[in-house]
């Protein structure tokens, strides 16, 4: 099932990796508005994560067997490396943290996500909306994510996970890190973050993610459809945010 899963969606992965966005990215002010924007699905990843965590490794008062212990390992490991990657440093920091950090590199408003999550986690998501002018794209984007997390479905969070997110994200970034006129001298951290990035989610948490897909819908074939469909959603909707970014990245430089 999943080789079938993963040729169904081939198009649609290909779109992605041939977007018009990251041979856009041709300066300094470019990548600004580029993170200005990216910076919010960096959090809503964090966010299909836990939703994960808690079904397949759930943390509460009393322990119970995990129904996976493969599964509850894969989903323990990526949690750890983006709540606590470990920098070349020896310091460990999130990864929306390093992206911040990234930003505030090439001067990028990097205290506004901050100040964004700060408020999530002291007055919760729909307060912090309202009160935060987030960028067009990147709030229809969250939207996107949300809502497959307000449905609860685990499998179909999954395979937003695993195809909205760990599979494409290696061939995003290492098409952008091959198009973008960004040298790693001027943008250090967000080069490594992309490097990382293309290094554990392309040699490790892809296929676990494919795995977990699989051990999630088993034999059902509803599941099996309906998995795909939030693939296939996910994927559209990761589209459409880098239309939306690409424009504005055209409209900014008219101006």
Known sequence: MITE???TLKPKLAELENHQLYGH??????????????VYAVFDFMSLTKALQNELAPSGGIWTMPKSNKLARFINEIVLCEESDE???GEFISHFEMYCRAMAEVKANSDLPLAFIHYVSEHGLKNALNEFDIPKC???FMDSTFATLKAGRIHEIAASFCFGREKCIPIMFQTLLDQMNISEKDAPTF???LKRHIEVDG???GPLALNMIEHLCGNDK???KEALN???SSIDNRIQFWDEVLIDIQKDSIV
């Open 87 to 89: 920098l070349p440093s």
């Open 230 to 232: 939030a693939a296939n």
């Open 203 to 205: 040699e490790s948490h």
């Open 222 to 224: 509803v599941k099996w």
């Open 5 to 7: 899963f993963i040729e």
């Open 138 to 140: 990147s709030r229809t």
């Open 191 to 193: 080069h490594y973050y």
């Open 25 to 38: 990215i041709q300066s300094i002010n470019d990548l600004q508005l580029f993170m200005d924007r990216h």
